[in-house]
Every structure is written in structure tokens, then in C-alpha cells.
């Protein structure tokens, strides 16, 4: 599709009486991105879609589709699609009915309209449900006829408000594979909003974190995973295991971190955060990045502290561990493929050791 | 399986069915199965014949087609008033709209053949407007003449129903679903039409069938503005001067169940459907309500004043007409007066007097029974949960010219054991009525306030060792008081102002009500005052009542006159 459009956000924001639910968000979401809104419940994403979508007025700031500006423009003129998370299928209009409703609202000829909406039916593979009405359909299928009936008028931005929450585990995982696959086809640039990071890490491209109306971090996936610049961020996206201590030693390409449980760490050393002896910083270190050995074990790895499991949880694919550490902190231990190893009983001694790339440090107070 | 079934029977519940089953039987189901006989047979055999000597005799053809056309235009023209009002409250945001809300509902405060009298002074040929007229165009416009007379008063008293469904069905109206409308390009009227109106229609049905059956049932209207050629005034008539012999009466009674029957069952098929339109899980969920101003504003409250200045007419002419010594071929009157209100509360007291005793009554047994039979249908152990129903829902449909017909047939040749006469000639025959009348709204009420009552609330009592009765009326009857406040309020204040069985039942002039009381004094060019008095009164009744049922309901105005 090469309608599809770029979309900037400039200082945007909406209060709602006393409440500020989006602040000063700037943004530039390129054409074909599927960009992400991870946040939070009440953190303001579904405000900032109404916003683009037209349905809520900002307060200040400016909506650009392709450089042009938006925010004058009613809803029915801003040619985007949108897929409620309530779905909003109309309960009086059979499935044909609630796809072709974008078409004849267009007045295209009867033919086209009978075209075009049995082709969006079949690119969702809803082929024969035709004349039923939304009420006669599981979950899954009026999510898909939700998806037919915004992606039929080839928007040129389509935007998903948590499209996927009212589905159970299973679905919700084969909808997304099947969201990618339609987003990747047909090149449009979609806006999705959620509050479940696995989503939002398997499906974008880019995702913007948001708390309390801000957006707090922008970047890939791997960016975000793997370099939050924030605690707020670390600790939504992904579990996540907090030391913070303070520099003692500069070496080449590493740092000495003694942590508050005086927990000797080394740290890489990154170009971006200029740290010198004595500032402060956290360390994020995440479960799955911990080795395990008994604690007589001799191991290569640059960090290690030993510690006493407490916990421990079996879920088939992984087991996840609690493990105190010196100062009686509890850091979480994942084991992938825990079926090759023998499992650690509570109260075993071990010690875990994990490479210094897989501490994300994060500057203090910020 | 039988066995098991057998088990869940409660032999005491079983009693206390049958007992409410045979009140129900005698006071509703067997009036009406013996209108049914009598039209249905000759010399003891079933025919047809009465009803086609009906439809061939020009004066009943014309007074069913008269009936169905003041249904049709009250439907319509209510539509004209109320579709705009709705839209304009619910889905514009301004000053004055709760204002416009609140006002929407009075004209059912009115009793409507008291409105019948104050639109003739106002409308009628004599009346304030026409004066006006002639006297600056020299013209005057018939207004309150025959049938069109009938389908002005009607409309405007019954066109609230018509706002408080078409209110209800469109705030309930899912956001969402208008708003993926305009996101596909949709808006306007091309919106409203497409997604709005569709949504909002099995609601707005069910609102236009209430007001066909109440018109179908409406016999006060038609007699004080002395128009006879309808279908209860002739069930009337015939039944009241021919005498309850007469088969052409129970004919129209017939066609009326008939039609009001096919009316209530499409209004409540329509209702359940409404549901589907209601807000759905999930998602922004605020209403769309546009604020509006300049010229639309002023358009928005031109039309809502203007037409709710003209529904609250009858109220200030009755009003005035109260306190007015001579009020004739003049525009206002020329002089006031209080003797009115002497009249009616010093010299003839017993209209509102046998009005609280009446209505108090009808409401306390109507209470009892709802309840009773609510708690049976919802919790009860017994067979044939569904006949209870069925009977006790059947009055809705069953206009008050029916049973009083039903009534006198089947109790006027009997003389009661201990009172050596036949029921009709006793007052009590009055508080029967009312109370099979509006049985099914306090069912209703106290239905639903049963329903709120979580089971296990009761069960917990239960096992703390109270019995089934003892449970009932410390734990169940308490907790539905609410409901049952309710209930009695809207039998009370329906009953006070009831004309049609009450006409034809009062046995003595002394055992009338307030209802009666304003018929009879509106005969009379002298009792027009007095008359309005006691309008005044019912208004008020009426009103306090109104106001009460929505503080206890606290579910917004008119939530009492839904069905
Ligand atoms: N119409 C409204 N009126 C008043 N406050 C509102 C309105 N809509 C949203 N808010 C407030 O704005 C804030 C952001 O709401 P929003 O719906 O955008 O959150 P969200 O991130 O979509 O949350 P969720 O994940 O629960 O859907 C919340 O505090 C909410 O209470
Ligand atoms: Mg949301």
C-alpha cells in the first residue's frame, strides 16, 4: 500500500479536568513503522489514539499526517482506521454488512464493495461467515471482522487499541502472528497501544514506553529490552533484578561497581554514560541472564556471587529461581531448558555467574 | 427425575400459590374469559356472527378505525416531539438540559381527561387562543373538535413515553459504535440514520407501542371532550345504557384486548432486543455529547421550549381555571376566587377522602401480592411459576373499560353471602379494580428489587437457623423495601387518577373518588371550577408521588414510567 503515511507528534497533551493524561509528547513515527504505546494502565495511551484518531481534541500541541497538519480535521475526513478494544461491531449489521459499511460510506459501486469486502474477509480468513451477525461469533472472530472492516478502506494509518486483550492465551498469541504477517504485507503504518510488553516486544518495530502521560523511552525492541534508560522502564519491560551502588574503580573498558550490599560488580563500560569514581548508579541485571553452578564450581565468568535458593518454580520450559544473596537480597534466576539440568533444591547453595554485558547500568536518580 | 422434582416442592409455597392463583383467577383471568364467552357465542354456541354484525354497522367500523388512527397520529406526532427532544438532550452538551429532562415528563402528571378540559379552555372554540385569534384576525381555528380534539390531548400527555424510551434506548447507545462509524467516514444524519437510529430502535418501538395501548385504553379523553365515536367510549356506552346484556359491548372489548394484547407482546419483544445495543465491555466508553452554540443553540432551545411550553398549557389552564369565578368567552378570567377549594375539601370532602382509601388500599394489596408472587416466581419451589405470571402481567393489557365490563358481568346478578348484596354495589369493588390494574407494575418493581437480593444473603440466614418464613420477613422483605416503596407509589398514584373502570363501578355518587369527582363536576358549566380543583389536586398527588417513586428509584427522572 503506498498511501500509507508518516505520522509527528508535536508537544502534544490532553488534560482532563485536573487529570493530565498525555504531556508534552513528541513524537515521529515513520511510514510502514508498527509502532508500539507500552504503558501502564491509566497511563494516557488510549487518549493519545483517540487523539490521532480525531475523536478527542488536544489541548496543545500538533498532529501531522505527512506533514500536514490534522487537528482541525473531524474523524470521518482523517481516512485512519481504527480497531476498538471492545471491537465495536455493529449488532444490527450482519458481518458482510459491518466491512462494506467503510465502502458504501465511500459510494463505491456495488460490485467493488462486494469485491473488495469479500477479499478483507478472506485475508482474515472469515471466508463463508458472511451473513452471520456479530453476536453469532467467538472472540477471535469478531476481532478479525473488526480487523476486515478498518483494513477494507485501506486506511492510510491504522491504529489497534489493545486489539488483542479480550482474547484467551492461545488466540491471543495466533492473532498476532497473523497481525505482522497483514502489517507486513501490506506496508501500512499501524499504531498499536498495549499494556502487555510481550506484545509490544514481538510485534513492533519501534515502541514508545509511556508512564503518567509521558513517553519515557523510544526505540526497538532490542533497544528497549536490553538498554532501558530508565528504572521505570526496565522494570515494566521485562523482569528485572535492581542493585545500585556506586563506581570505586575505572578500568579500560569496564568499571567496578561496589552495590549497596557490597556486592563487587563489573560493569562495561559505555560511551554514552561518562561515569567517573565515585557516581552513582543502578544496575539492572535480568533473570535469564544468570548461569548457575553449585557453589564449589569453578567458573570463568566475570561476575559472581554466591547465594542460598529460596524459591523455586517450575513452569515446564524454564524454572524460575529465588535466590538470597549477601545483604539478603533476593535476585530472580531464570534456568531455560531445565530439562538437561538437574533441578536446585530450596535452601541449596549456589553460585551465579553472569557476564558484565548483561549488566545494564543505568545512570542514578534519573 | 420425578422423584428429585417432587423433592424441590414446598408444600407451604404450594398452598400460597394456589391461593394467589385463584385471587388471580376470580379478579382477572375469569372476568375477561367471560367477556370472551359472551362475544363469542350465540344462544350458547360459538359464532362469529357478533363480530361481523361489528364490522358491518358504519358507527363501530368508524369508531375502530377512529381508535386506530388516534393511536397512529398520537404515535406519530408524540415521534415528532419526542425524536428531536431526545437527540437534542442526550447528544448535545448545554445549559438547560436537565432543565429540559426534568420539564419532558410533567405532562404525565396530568390526569389526561383533566388535560382534555384545560386544552378546551385554552384551544377549544371558546378558548383563550381562538379569542385571540379572532380578535387579531378575526378567525379562529377549531382545534379541539372531534377526533383532532382526542389526538392533541393524547399526544400531548402520552408523548413523554415516547422521550423517556427514545432517552434511554439512545444514551445507551455504545460510544464506540458511533464513533467507529465516523472513523470509517461516517457523520451527520447520514451516521444517525446507518448506525444511531437502528441501534436505538427496538427502544423507541417499545416507547410508541406503550403510548398505542395506553390511547386504545384511554376512555376519559374522548367522553370529556364529548367524542363518542371510538372504541371505549362505545364499549362504554353500550355496556352502561343498553346494559350488560348488550353483545356489541363486549365485542369492542374484545377488539381491544385484542389490539392491546399485540401491542404489549411486540412492545416487550422489542425491549428484551434492546439490549443488544447497550455498552459493551472494555474500551473509552464516554458518551458523545457535542457541545453546542450560536445558531444551533438557539435552534436546540426555540424547538424545546416552544414544545414543552405547549405540553405544560393544560397545567396553567387548569391551574387558573381553580381560582377563576366567571371564565368564559374572556381571555383570562375576570375574577378570582377560593370558594372552589371549599368546595371540594368542606362540602364535598369524600372525593379525596375515598381517594387516599381507595388508592392506599389498592397500593397495601398490591404491595402484598407483588411481592409474594415476585419471591414465588423467583425463588419459589412450585409448579407453574409461568400462569402466575402470565396472569399477573396480563392487566397491562387488558384496558379499564375491559375488566369493569368483566367485572359487572360477572359479579352484578350474585349477592355476597355475608353483605346481602352483589359486590358492585360495594366500594370495595373500586380498590379491586385498581388493584388487578396496576398489579403488574408493582409486580415489576418488586421483581427486580427480589432480584438484586443475592441468594446467598438469604441462604446465609438460612443456615443460621431461621426458617423459610421467618427469612422471608427478616431478611428478604426488608432488603427489597426500596422496590416495594416503589411499587406502592406507582399503584397509588396510577390508581388516584384512573377514569375508565372507575366510571363504570362506582356503585353510589357518595363512594366516588377524586377521578369521578372531576367528571362529574365537569358536566356542568357551574362545577368547571371546582372540577379544576380537584384537578389541581390529582396534579399534585400525582406529582409528589412521581417525585417520590424517582428519590426511592434514584435511577433519574421517569424511571417509573418505563414498562
Ligand atoms: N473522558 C475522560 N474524562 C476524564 N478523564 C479521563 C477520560 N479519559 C481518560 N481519562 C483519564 O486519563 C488518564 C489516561 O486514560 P487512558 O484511557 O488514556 O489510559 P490508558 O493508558 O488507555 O489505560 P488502559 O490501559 O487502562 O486502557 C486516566 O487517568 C483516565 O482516568
Ligand atoms: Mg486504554
Redesign the interface.
Known sequence: MNKASEVRLINLGKKFGEVEAVKDVNLTIERGDFFTFLGPSGCGKTTLLRMIAGFTRPDQGTILFDGVEVNDIPPWKRDVGMVFQSYALWPHLSVFENVAFGLKERNLPKAVVQEKTLRALSMVNLEGLERRRPSELSGGQQQRVALARTLVIEPRLLLLDEPLSNLDAKLRIQMRQELVRIQRDLGITSIYVTHDQEEALTLSTRIAVMSKGHVVQVGSPKEIYENPKSQEVADFVGTSNFFSGSVVEELKDKLRVRTEEGVMLAVERQPELPLGIGSNLLLNIRPESFRISDADEVSSGENRVEGVVKTSAYLGSLVQYEVEVSGGKRVKVNLVNPRKKSLLREGERVSLTFSSEDVIAIPFGR | MLRNKLKEIDLSQSLIFLILLALLFTFILYPLIRVLYVAFTEADSLSLSHFINFFERALFKESFLNSLSAGLMAVIFGSLISLPLAFFTIKYDFKGRTLIQTLGILPLVMPPFVGAVALQLILGRSGVFNLLLLKWFGTSVPFMEGLRGVIIVQTLHYFPFIFLNASASLANV?P??E?????????GL??FR??TL??M?PGYVAGILLVFIRVIDDLGTPLMLNYTKMLAPQAYLRVTTIGVEDKAGYVICVIMVVLSLLSLWGAMKFLSLSE??MV??????TPISKKIGGWRLVFVLVFCFFVLGVSLLPHLGIFVLSFAKVWSFSILPKSYTLNHYVEIFFRTPHFVKNTLLYCLLAAGIDVLLGSVIAFLLIRGKVFGKGLLDAIATMPLAIPGVVLATGYLRVFHGTNLPFFHQPLTSLWIILVIAYSARRLPYTLRSCYASIQQIHISLEEAALNLGANRRKTFFRITFPLMTGGLIAGGLLAFITSSVELASTIMLVPRMEYGPLSYGIYIYMQSAVGRGPGAALGVVAILLVATGTYLVNRVFAGGSGTAFKL
Open positions: 455504545d464506540s459504535l464513533e467507529m462509524a465516523q472513523n470509517m467516514g461516517s457523520h447520514r451516521l446507518r448506525v437502528p441501534l430502535m443488544y445495543a459493551q465491555r472494555g474500551g473509552a466508553g
